[in-house]
């Protein structure tokens, strides 16, 4: 079964920092793409990062951009977001997915399966 376990979140004040991570298994990890939405209270979900496993392809949104980055180990079978200098307008639940889609990048609809979420709390 494919199972995507998030973790990492917590309570972080203005300007500091969270790594999340996103744990695979039941897939072959390399044929995939890996995305990190998050979806704040009131909102809708939106793309916060993605990349694409077989050639490290990376793309973040415009309200991220400089400030997160994310990696995969594909040894770990993991996805990292790392998170610095961080806002209170990222707080939200984060949730990785995995797509089979090449062209998934922020588009919540083409990906397949979803991670549980993981909560990131930002204080001002």
């Known amino acids: 079964d494919v199972q995507l376990q998030a973790s990492g979140g917590g309570l972080v004040q203005a300007g500091g920092s969270l790594r999340l991570s996103c744990k695979a298994s039941?897939?072959?990890?390399?044929?995939?793409?890996i995305g990190w939405f998050r979806q704040a209270p009131g909102k809708e979900r939106e793309g916060v990062s993605c990349?694409?496993?077989?050639?490290?392809?990376?793309y973040y949104s415009d309200s991220v951009k400089g400030r997160f980055t994310i990696s995969s180990d594909n040894v770990k079978k993991t996805v990292y977001l790392q998170m610095n200098n961080l806002k209170p307008e990222d707080t939200a639940i984060y949730y990785c997915?995995?797509?089979?889609?090449?062209?998934?990048?922020?588009?919540?609809?083409?990906?397949?399966?979803w991670g549980q979420g993981t909560l990131v709390t930002v204080s001002s």
């Open positions: 997915a995995l797509s089979r889609d090449s062209g998934a990048y922020f588009y919540p609809g083409l990906y397949d399966y």
């Open positions: 039941g897939f072959a990890f390399n044929n995939y793409a």
């Open positions: 990349i694409f496993i077989r050639d490290g392809d990376t």
